[in-house]
């Protein structure tokens, strides 16, 4: 079974750019969740769908943030502008469908961005 | 604010000690606790999952959960350098949403 992809695996990009990630999940998982991850800390959960509705995006700066999963199976992370601070690995994981809180996650190989 | 606490570390282990790496977490409504590795420049890898209280076993690694102390740990036997990572906890509550620590490091030394 194909785990997870993401691409680009890393991005440098200018302060005030425009980035896009991408996410393809596990086959027939029904949740997506975008993570930031700065280095040394644990993933922060960013936004989560459910199929193609979103289910959480409390986390996600708004302002400059926005992604989408529109047929409910690949998803994209934008980032505009981008900030120093954005610099991190943003991690995409799936979940099987909806099983209330025993729901393991798997993860993506992650997209390494750095801001300059 | 839902928070899951883990020492930074570094936990320096011996090869063929027995590692055990700990983790607390604050929402008493978390149902469900994973321990993911994590390799240097990798994402995260799921190792286990604790569901009930008490211990889970599987291979090398046990996982032991007491609601009541809101404590989660993992045991690894026979440490290898190959188990040389950080060790990410993390808490699931409502909606399939995870609460993650910051992780633990890992040295298992020659």
């Known amino acids: 079974e194909a785990g997870v992809a993401q691409s680009p695996r890393y991005k440098i990009i200018e302060k005030r750019q425009s980035v896009a990630f991408w996410c393809n999940p596990i086959?027939?998982?029904?949740?997506l969740y975008w993570y930031q991850q700065i280095l040394g800390q644990g993933p922060k959960l960013l936004i989560q769908?459910?199929?193609?509705?979103?289910?959480?995006d409390s986390q996600l700066p708004k302002d400059r943030f926005s992604a989408e999963r529109l047929k409910g199976v690949d998803s994209t992370l934008k980032i505009q502008p981008a900030k120093l601070e954005d610099s991190a690995v943003y991690l995409c994981a799936s979940s099987p469908r909806d099983r209330g809180s025993y729901n393991e996650q798997f993860f993506g190989p992650g997209t390494r961005l750095t801001v300059l | 604010q839902k928070e899951v606490e883990q020492n930074s570390g570094p936990l320096s282990v011996p090869e063929g000690a027995i590692a055990s790496l700990n983790c607390t977490y604050s929402?008493?409504?978390?149902?469900?606790f994973f321990w993911y590795r994590q390799y240097s420049g990798k994402s995260p890898e799921l190792i286990m999952s604790?569901?009930?209280?008490g211990d889970k076993e599987d291979g090398r690694f046990t996982a032991q959960l007491n609601k009541a102390s809101q404590y989660v740990s993992l045991l690894i036997r026979d440490s290898q350098p190959s188990d040389s990572a950080t060790y990410l906890c993390?808490?699931?509550?409502?909606?399939?949403?995870?609460?993650f620590g910051t992780g633990t490091q890992l040295k298992v030394e020659l």
């Open positions: 929402d008493r409504v978390s149902q469900s």
């Open positions: 086959s027939g998982h029904a949740t």
């Open positions: 769908f459910q199929n193609n509705g979103v289910v959480d």
């Open positions: 604790i569901y009930s209280n």
């Open positions: 993390a808490a699931g509550g409502g909606g399939n949403k995870l609460t």
